[in-house]
Nanobody
């Protein structure tokens, strides 16, 4: 069993910042890719940022220069630092971890989702 717990969302004014965290626990052998997705009302879920096990990063064009993804392998945690937030960043944010369990099964796990609202 693997559990993911997301935290750090909330309401922020335009131009503000938030830091999301996604901590994994349980029967984890290794975590490969760690991604953040988001889904706004009426829109499809989209990839926001991803980071590999050797810390190579990729970002959606809409967040480049404003968001930073990072990971702490010792804590099995991925972070998303979001700066200069815009109303169009409002969405439910999900982490997704590509990992191997102690039973050597490779599975994608999703977080429960956390609301980020950017509004004045």
């Amino acid at each position: 069993q693997v559990q993911l717990v997301e935290s750090g969302g909330g309401l922020v004014q335009p131009g503000g910042s938030l830091r999301l965290s996604c901590a994994a626990s349980g029967s984890i052998f290794s975590i490969y890719y760690m991604d953040w997705y988001r889904q706004a009302p009426g829109k499809e879920r989209e990839l926001v940022a991803g980071i590999t096990s050797d810390s190579r990063r990729n970002y959606a064009d809409s967040v480049k220069g404003r968001f930073t993804i990072s990971r702490d392998n010792a804590k099995n945690t991925v972070y998303l630092q979001m700066n200069s937030l815009k109303p169009e960043d409002t969405a439910v944010y999900y982490c997704k971890l590509d990992l191997s369990t102690l039973a050597r099964m490779r599975i994608d796990y999703w977080g429960q989702g956390i609301q980020v609202t950017v509004s004045s």
